[in-house]
């Protein structure tokens, strides 16, 4: 009992201070792309050619993060000319429309839902869906409850039951087996409930879309509350979304 308490007071608290504290992550991430709108042409041309996700709209000069997976191409393409990916891990959004960007994400807390905040601010439960996912953006939605992120500590869990929950976070392409299990959670989460659409697939179909066996996007089939960009998205995106948009 001595070594357990020894060995606690030597690794102090582990728990991020985030939001109080910003949290500063590796180099290598790749959060909020950032355009060059003076790109010339054929530098923005050939990133749109590029990008294995037609992500990048050419004429608009913008890119659809409901598409995009991150993977870096059109920054390296361009040399950083055209698209720079910042460390920025604020990508959530309200609107789906709000995907399509310059690098200019609105303000999520301006844009959540009210009601929601009122009912869900103090104690939020949420049920995960995993509609055929890789098992990227679940892992990353999982790591909540480590010590690190600790999202219980702003009375947020995710539950074992729909009927438990006030609302569904769903990832993954949902694909055509997993279909009526996801509409039958949803039906089962008592109202009002909120809808989460975590990850490229969720909010596109991302790598898989275009594929019969896979939806165009949880937004064809259920009202989406909070879209959440990435492949996967990284847990502080996850956390940001989840505090701006219900606390
Ligand atoms: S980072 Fe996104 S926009 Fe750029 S090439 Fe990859 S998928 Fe396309
Ligand atoms: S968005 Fe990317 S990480 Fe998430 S389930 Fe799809 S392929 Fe996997």
Known sequence: ???????RFEQGCKTSQYPKESVQLLPRYRGCPTIKTDATDDVVAACAAACPQEAINASAKTIDMGRCVFCGTCE???KGRFVTFTQD???AVAEKEHLQTQGQIPDLAAHARQHFKKLFGRS???RQ????GCNACEADLNVLATPFFDLARFGINFVAS??????IVVTGPISRNMKTALLQTYEATPQPRAVVAVGSCTITGG??????????GLDSLLPVDLFIPGCPPHPMTNLHALLNFFK
Not at 207 to 216: A, K, L, N, T
């Open 207 to 216: 790598p898989f879309r275009g594929s019969p066996e896979v939806s165009e």
């Open 129 to 132: 869906v995993s509609a055929a």
């Open 124 to 126: 939020l439960q949420l």
């Open 162 to 167: 729909p009927r438990h929950a006030d609302g």
């Open 1 to 7: 009992m001595l070594n357990v308490l020894k060995n």
């Open 76 to 78: 390296r393409i361009s």
């Open 89 to 91: 891990f604020a990508i």
